[in-house]
């Protein structure tokens, strides 16, 4: 039977295959348990004690960040329009530098817990509440969702588990641990579920390269189009403008600002080590074009016949990732790439589990009743997470209603929420003259820009606009649009900001770059926080070099794939 024959069917887990997935949840129970045991304070369980080195940073941060729908949405856009969809991963490696090298120091060195109480010590209380309440309600109705979505979908196809069952057993078993041990057991479970998730990955990918015919015989085996990465500016999708000019606002909102990321580089034993935790995680983000990316190829090259395609395009690319999979893998290396997905699941969960309760607790709790004790504030973060667990659990039955188009969602709402946060921090460390009242003018313009795009695509939906002016908006990608809100908003904080008093300087010190020398005053803040460490020389020739070197790579393989 020709490859393109094949069928999508179940497969039956054998006896190795379970006892793979069963070693596996021992491994991730046995390393929360034992964190739970060691917990002891609000920086013990957010922050691990602020001890972690750059290894178990990195990936944390990668697994942090890849999830199923990673490996469902990239593998998808593979098949459907090729390797582009990877300039979100190879910007992401460059981005994660900016994070290391221009923001790490001033998270550090002024000793925040949560990226809104940075806000709340640049600006003001409001603008700390918006962060706060927008990345909660990001992390519920778009990461915990999709997670859970991607999930449900990859092991029903694969084997033919129930969606809603398999996504809540998932969602109780990461809550668990999570609730348990705090970010120390989730960073290191994200350790060995990176290890695991690379594993099954890169098996996978070897194995269908080697179908194939190899990477030569790939390349004649798709259109000629998939193998270049950069688009025209028309292109729907991924215009180069797009991707050069808008897809790094979304990548300093995600990656430089977002608490699931940041919180795993506070947790640093210093400020060394924090900034080679983002290079190796740099490093490991050039991987997922390869396996993850490039198996959508690879399935659409063998089984070109079960795709459908209209119009030119693909419609069901989400299909590929199962499809090889399912007629790839011999028992065995099925349990192991189960493994790797549910470890892709479950270290993505537990990090927004953790995330989200660190703000709840920090940014809400803590301001309610300042006088909380150490144990007070653990308890309630340890309750705020079985909150967040019991919303996930709500969401399963609606997790059906998500688009299919799963990777492109993902992008387009965050394209809705980066613009006026990235402007926030950019401008908030580069320029002092920047006050809270253009800071909050910014978000409040953004809020109302992404809302108002967010509610005409839904509405367009069932009921087209006539309106030029609506379908001017509705035409633009959503990469071009997050480019004009960064304008827009970056034009009304800077003029609400000269129209208004200028911030006192003395309140500057340690957070922004003209003030960077003044030593903060540790007495202002609230609860005990220890210093953090500077970086070291030898460290910091190290740093340097690895980054020359991400750079050098990140180029050469965008310059080959152009």
Not at 229 to 257: E, H, N
Not at 318 to 333: H, R
Request: charged content about 10%.
């Amino acid at each position: 039977m020709p490859p393109s024959a094949v069928t999508l069917q179940h497969k039956t887990l054998e006896n190795i295959d379970i006892g793979i997935i069963v070693v596996y949840f021992i491994l991730i129970f046995g390393i929360g348990y034992y964190f739970a045991r060691r917990e002891r304070s609000s920086e013990d369980y957010f922050l691990a004690g602020r001890n972690v080195g750059w290894f178990a940073i990195g990936a944390s941060l990668f697994v942090s960040n890849i999830s199923t729908e990673h490996f469902i949405g990239l593998a998808g856009s593979g098949a459907s329009t090729g390797l582009a969809v990877g300039h979100f991963e190879w910007l992401a490696c460059l981005i994660v530098l900016i994070l290391g090298w221009v923001f790490v120091p001033f998270y550090l060195r002024s000793n925040v817990f949560t990226m809104p109480e940075f806000l709340e010590r640049r600006f003001s209380r409001s603008c700390s509440v918006y962060l706060a309440g927008i990345s909660i309600l990001a992390y519920i109705f778009t990461k915990i969702s999709v997670h859970l979505y991607a999930a449900a979908v990859v092991l029903e196809k694969v084997v033919g588990w129930n969606p809603m069952t398999a996504a809540l057993i998932l969602i109780v078993v990461t809550g668990i641990y999570t609730i348990a041990g705090g970010l120390a057991a989730v960073i290191y479970t994200d350790l060995v579920q990176t290890i695991i998730l690379i594993i099954g990955a890169v098996i996978l990918t070897v194995i269908g390269l080697d179908k194939v015919g190899g990477f030569e015989a790939l390349r004649h085996a798709v259109p000629a189009n998939y193998m270049h990465m950069i688009k025209p500016m028309s292109d729907p999708d991924f215009p180069w403008t797009g991707i050069f000019f808008g897809a790094p606002i979304l990548g300093i909102w995600y990656w430089c600002t977002d608490q699931v990321i940041v919180q795993r580089v506070l947790s640093a034993k210093d400020e060394g080590h924090a900034k080679a935790g983002t290079i190796f995680a740099g490093f490991l983000k050039i991987l997922p074009v390869f396996i993850l990316v490039l198996p959508g190829l690879i399935a659409f090259a063998l089984y070109r016949d079960q795709f459908i395609v209209k119009n030119g395009a693909v419609t069901n690319g989400d299909i590929a990732y199962p499809m090889l999979i399912i007629n790839l893998l011999p028992a065995g290396l099925v349990g192991v790439m189960i493994a790797a997905l549910m470890a892709a699941l479950m270290g993505a969960m537990s990090s927004v589990f953790n995330s989200a309760s660190t703000l709840v607790t920090l940014d809400f709790y803590k301001k309610i009743k300042p006088d909380a004790t150490e144990r007070q504030l653990v308890t309630f973060g340890r309750y705020a997470t079985g909150i967040l667990v019991i919303l996930g659990i709500l969401w399963v039955p609606f997790i059906k209603y998500i688009s299919s188009q799963l990777y492109i969602y993902l992008q387009s709402v965050q394209a809705y929420i980066s613009p006026p946060i990235a402007v926030c921090f950019i401008f908030g460390i580069l320029w002092p003259r920047m006050n809270a009242k253009g800071a909050i003018s910014s978000l409040m313009t953004g809020f109302v820009m992404g809302t108002v795009r967010f509610v005409c695509e839904v509405l367009d939906k069932n009921h087209p606009f006539d309106s030029s002016a609506i379908r001017w908006l509705l035409a633009m990608n959503f990469l071009h649009y997050a480019i004009f809100m960064f304008v827009v908003c970056a034009t009304v904080m800077v003029a609400v900001s000269l129209a208004t008093p200028a911030p006192e300087r003395s309140k500057l010190a340690g957070l922004t770059f003209a003030t960077a020398s003044a030593r903060l005053d540790m007495t202002a803040v609230p609860g005990h926080r220890v210093e953090i460490a500077p970086e070291s020389s030898l460290q910091h020739n190290i740093n340097v070099a690895a980054s020359v070197l991400l750079v050098i790579t990140v180029v050469g393989l965008w310059i080959y794939f152009r």
